[in-house]
């Protein structure tokens, strides 16, 4: 899921702390996620999506 999450984040022109900022997270959650450490919960998932202007289905099958 999380090269996914890494690739439309940087799509976005986003930093990790911009956007664990906006999901009103920390940097390093976002890190665990995208090192694949960590999964995010399906609210946060959702919220990933929205923050990001896509759909979950976007983060599948990585």
Not at 2 to 24: D, F, G, I, V
Not at 29 to 40: A, D, F, L, M
Request: contains cysteine; proline residues 2%.
């Amino acid at each position: 899921m999380l090269s996914k999450l890494k690739a439309h984040r940087r799509a976005l022109r986003l930093t990790q702390s911009e956007l664990a900022s906006k999901m009103n997270m920390t940097r390093r959650s976002i890190i665990r996620w995208e090192n694949g450490q960590t999964k995010p919960s399906l609210k946060k998932l959702q919220m990933l999506a929205d923050v990001m202007g896509c759909s979950t289905e976007d983060f599948a099958g990585d």
